[in-house]
């Protein structure tokens, strides 16, 4: 590689802060600049086959003077940031990288570093050599292995979309000693955050011998915050036995130009991002502005909503300590609804869009008489109304438990235009709270127009429940998801979100992740069963229901989300 001096490839300095950081405008031929360093003079080097006459403008190119270089250390290298966003070359940033095959294979794969950066160099993966993988036949992931969306199809029909399945590849593209990483999680709390945090630092140092992680305080905030925490296995050892996140966590704060500054100017080549669909959008965009600006930086979410409503994925993490935590709340509303007369045991979930943990929490117990969900619109009173069911409950039993998700009933609440238009920092509407407002109406029924004795005990677990340590079923998927996205990013892998697809881990586009919301499908078998377990009516006719969604709409729908198993999914297909 030859070397152009200065005058050659001209810079003029627009800015100067304290010697730290300088902007210049730069010519220099359509190829790329590999590195500018500081000596004596300012050195570009380019491609030897490059033409000196034949140059080109592009716009300012940023790069940082390293202050140890005024202290005599030689080792001041940084790579030219370019912003080559009008070359005919610039990589399409809204494409979906989609690979096709025989037989109606649909491969939505997830971008590479390799798809913008060119000739990038390659390193044997040290697990090779680590003596824990050893005896592990076939370690690495063949290159061609996919996970099908679809686990039941038609001999006619498609074979259907795949996603790249997860796992070390023999090949990574990250030296050890060079990676920087950083964690960050954003959004509510869910049991797990810590142990994915755990099971990342620990991946990171153990498999990959990755020393520099560090967590990033408070959120998307925290990137312009300058707060960070230094973590290594020491530091994260025992924190899979708290709840919460030991790094912190908020809403919003998402200004994509400051984090992404953030994480070139701390020398930051891998970002984990933790957090649910508002979230991963924010790594979407985060994603793109890296490419955008040709950053050899991987970028990689793992998916957090105790709500379990991240589509295409089995399930997310924290969804099984939340039901198992659940099953202490709906026991408690039951032992006091059966000792005394028309006792009501009424538990609020959470499910602010989706039921799944209400309704699974209702299987899991047995004692539920009734289950209300955002999915399944009711109506109070009135022929076969809540109210009437009740009254017969209590008069067949004395008693009844009713569970109810946050999201449920949203639209029979009195409305102002105030509390229509309030969000949350993330963007959620703000709900009002159905628990205490359906209690009331209900003392209000039974009281004032059915001249009947009831006592109601309310039980609102939400914050206790988001707050405990993960389950050992949770720990595991922890565990699994924190290694897939460790391997994958140092495969080269960004721009992508570590998930379970039909029990097998895979890497799927961001673009998957955050197109729509999951949801309890209640014209499928596993609502059925519900609606069979507790004996409540569905408070909703057939009419109404088959034309919010018609009977082929929503098994097509069944079958893109990858929830097509009879017994092992989430939802079944109808």
Not at 320 to 328: G, S
Not at 517 to 534: E, F, H, K, P
Request: hydrophobic share 35%.
């Amino acid at each position: 590689m030859d070397s152009v001096i200065a005058p050659l490839c001209l810079f003029i300095p627009l800015n100067c802060n304290n010697n730290k950081k300088k902007s210049y405008y730069c010519y220099y031929n359509s190829n790329h600049i590999l590195n500018i360093s500081f000596k004596n003079k300012i050195r570009c080097s380019v491609p030897s086959s490059a033409g000196i006459f034949n140059l080109k403008k592009f716009t300012a190119v940023s790069f940082r003077y390293d202050h140890r270089h005024r202290r005599g250390s030689s080792s001041c290298l940084r790579r030219a940031v370019m912003d080559s966003s009008n070359s005919a070359s610039s990589p399409d940033m809204q494409k979906p990288k989609i690979v096709t095959g025989p037989g109606g294979y649909v491969l939505e794969d997830v971008p590479h570093l390799s798809d913008y950066i060119p000739d990038l160099p390659t390193y044997p993966n040290p697990l090779q050599d680590n003596p824990a993988y050893s005896v592990v036949k076939q370690y690495f992931v063949h290159v061609d292995d996919t996970v099908p969306q679809k686990i039941v199809v038609h001999k006619d029909g498609p074979r259907g979309v795949h996603f790249r399945r997860a796992g070390p590849r023999q090949r990574v593209y990250f030296d050890s000693d060079e990676v920087h990483a950083c964690i960050v999680t954003c959004g509510g709390l869910c049991p797990g955050l810590n142990t994915v945090i755990r099971e990342i630092v620990c991946g990171l140092y153990h498999m990959y011998g990755v020393k520099k992680v560090l967590g990033i305080d408070g959120g998307y905030k925290g990137f312009y915050a300058k707060n960070t925490v230094h973590l290594d296995p020491k530091v994260v050892n025992d924190i899979h036995k708290r709840g919460g996140t030991i790094l912190g966590t908020s809403r919003g704060g998402h200004d994509t130009s400051k984090i992404v500054d953030s994480i070139q100017d701390r020398g930051i080549n891998q970002v984990y991002i933790i957090g649910g669909d508002g979230t991963q959008r924010g790594a979407a965009v985060i994603f793109e502005e890296i490419r955008r600006r040709g950053l050899k930086v991987s970028v990689a979410g793992i998916p957090k909503t105790i709500d379990n409503d991240i589509p295409v994925i089995d399930k997310s993490f924290g969804f099984d300590t939340a039901v198992e935590e659940a099953q202490r709340a709906i026991n408690a509303a039951h032992v006091e609804a059966d000792s005394i007369e028309n006792g009501i045991g009424l538990v609020k979930l959470m499910g602010r869009y989706s039921g799944f943990i209400a309704m699974y929490a209702t299987l899991a117990s047995r004692d539920v008489d009734c289950c209300l969900i955002p999915e399944s619109p009711f109506y109070l009173e009135g022929p076969g109304g809540l109210f009437e069911y009740i009254e017969k409950r209590l008069k067949e039993n004395g008693h009844m438990v009713i569970v109810i998700a946050e999201g449920a009933g949203q639209e029979l609440l009195s409305e102002s235009i105030q509390s229509m238009t309030l969000k949350d920092a993330s963007g959620n509407k703000l709900l009002q709270d159905v628990g205490l407002w359906i209690s009331q109406r209900i003392k209000d029924y039974f009281s004032k127009q059915r001249k009947m004795s009831i006592n109601l005990k309310y039980i609102d677990p939400t914050y206790m429940i988001r707050a405990i340590p993960s389950n050992a079923s949770d720990n595991v998927y922890c565990t699994l998801l924190a290694q897939s996205v460790v391997h994958g990013a140092m495969a080269g892998y960004t721009g992508f979100t570590s998930g379970l697809v039909n029990g097998r881990q895979t890497y799927i586009p961001f673009y998957r992740i955050i197109e729509k919301r999951n949801g309890v499908v209640i014209t499928d078998r596993m609502w059925a069963r519900l609606l069979s377990s507790t004996n409540q009516p569905s408070f909703l006719c057939l009419k109404d229901s088959t034309e919010d969604t018609g009977d082929e709409e929503q098994s097509n729908q069944l079958l893109e989300n990858g929830h097509c198993g009879e017994e092992g999914s989430l939802i079944s297909k109808r």
